[in-house]
C-alpha cells in the first residue's frame, strides 16, 4: 500500500506528478510490473492498493547475495528488459529504474515499481526533465541534453545489471560532480569473473552515446541474453487488445467448480 497524504501535496506540480502516476499504474498490465488494484480517497489521505512482493526489493537480494550468479541475473534481466519493452511500447518512460525499485514476488519474478517520476511521451518526442538517481542516470540527462525516454531505461537496465553481476556500482562517488564525470566519461572496470559475453553486452549498453547504445532488439539478440530460455511476456495494452468476456452463467459455474475442488482438497 502506498499511502500519500493529502495535506503534503499542495503545489500543484505535485497533484499533477500524482495524478500522472495513477493514471500511469491504472493503465499498466504486466507480469514484472506491480499491478494497481484500486485507489481510495479520503478527505486527508490517498491510498494506492497495489500486489504485494513478499520477496521485498532487488536491492536487498543483492546485498544478500554480494553478486548473482550469470544465469540468476539474465533471468531476472530478461524480466526487467520485457517490462520496459512493454512500457515503451505505451510511451511511458519510467527514469527511476535500480534495485531498490525492482521487488520480487514469493516466485522470485521481478516486479517494476514506483512510478513517481514517470512519464507519458509522444511517438518520436524527446524528454528534457533531468530526474532520479544520479548513479543510475544516463549521461546525456546528467549533460542537459533532450533524451530518448527508452534510451536512458535502457541505461539503468544496463547499471542494474553491472549491479546484479558485480555486486557494487560502475559509477559512484560521494561527490556528485565527480560522479558525473565519472558517468558522462562512461569508464568503468569489469571484475575478471564476469564472462565475456556479460563483458560485451555491458559495454554495448553502457554506451554514452546514445545513438549507439544498444536497443531492445540488440539485447534481446545477444547472446548472453539468451543463457536461459526465454518466455516473452507481452503484458496487456489498454484499448488495443480485446478482452474475452466470460458470461455470467459461465464464471459461477466454474466458480463452484473451483470452490468444490477446494472443498474436497482439504486438509484435516
Not at 499498466?28 to 486527508?44: M, P
Not at 511517438?123 to 548513479?135: F, M, V, Y
Amino acid at each position: 500500500m502506498k499511502i500519500l497524504e493529502k495535506v503534503k501535496i499542495l503545489e500543484q506540480a505535485d497533484k499533477t506528478r500524482v495524478e500522472r502516476e495513477i493514471k500511469i499504474l491504472k493503465s499498466l498490465r504486466h507480469n514484472n510490473i506491480i499491478q494497481l488494484y484500486s485507489v481510495i480517497s479520503t478527505s486527508t489521505t490517498i491510498y494506492l492498493i497495489m500486489e504485494y512482493a513478499s520477496g521485498k526489493e532487488l536491492f536487498d537480494y543483492i546485498v544478500l547475495k554480494q553478486r548473482l550468479t550469470e544465469m540468476e541475473a539474465c533471468r531476472f534481466f530478461q524480466q526487467i528488459i520485457s517490462g520496459i519493452e512493454y512500457l515503451h511500447k505505451l510511451r511511458i518512460v519510467h527514469r527511476d529504474l535500480k534495485p531498490e525499485n525492482l521487488l520480487l514476488d514469493n516466485k522470485k519474478e521481478i516486479k517494476i515499481a514506483d512510478f513517481g517520476l514517470s512519464n507519458l511521451y509522444s511517438k518520436g518526442e524527446l524528454l528534457k526533465t533531468a530526474c532520479g538517481s544520479p548513479c543510475y542516470a544516463a549521461p546525456e540527462m546528467i549533460a542537459g541534453k533532450k533524451y530518448s525516454g527508452l534510451m536512458v531505461d535502457i541505461w539503468s537496465s544496463g547499471i542494474i545489471l553491472y549491479a546484479m553481476l558485480c555486486g557494487y556500482l560502475p559509477f559512484e562517488d560521494k561527490n556528485n560532480e565527480i560522479l558525473y564525470k565519472k558517468i558522462t566519461e562512461g569508464k568503468f572496470t569489469i571484475p575478471t569473473h564476469i564472462s565475456e559475453p556479460a563483458v560485451d553486452l555491458l559495454r554495448r549498453i553502457l554506451n554514452t552515446d546514445p545513438t549507439r547504445r544498444f536497443n531492445i532488439s540488440q539485447i534481446r539478440n545477444h547472446s548472453w541474453f539468451n543463457l536461459n530460455a526465454l518466455s516473452i511476456n507481452e503484458g496487456l495494452l489498454i484499448c488495443y487488445h480485446v478482452i474475452p468476456v466470460i458470461k455470467t452463467q459461465n464464471f459461477l459455474f466454474y466458480l463452484l467448480k473451483f470452490i468444490n475442488l477446494q472443498y474436497k482438497n482439504r486438509e484435516f
